[in-house]
């Protein structure tokens, strides 16, 4: 029923230390502090974002493709829009133009 996450505390990739305020023992002390020192490298930023626009059959770009139909109901002629949600290819991974700072990293912007 529970998350499948880390259950170690104080391993958060921007975290400051290792001190997650319960006692640990000793060798698991040594490996998270040797966790910490490798995942402190890692930048706040982010240069790249998966990019929520499709490519249709014909090489268009949008977020949605819609098809126009024409229905028939008691002898009147109807067009409606029908979503094509078929045969689509997404995008991928975009360059940003500006770097963004990640969600998780605690910072504080502006203070008071």
Known sequence: MGGSGSKMKGAWPFAGSGAGGDSVSEGQEDQSLTRLKR???ATPF???RRSSLYYDEDGDLAHEFYEETVVTKNGRKRSKLKRIQKNLI?????KLN?????VDFPVILCEV
């Not at 997404?90 to 975009?94: D, R, T």
């Not at 500006?98 to 990640?102: D, E, K, N, T």
């Open 39 to 41: 995942t402190r490298k």
């Open 46 to 48: 982010i240069f790249t």
């Open 90 to 94: 997404p995008q991928g991974i975009v």
């Open 98 to 102: 500006h770097p963004r700072i990640h």
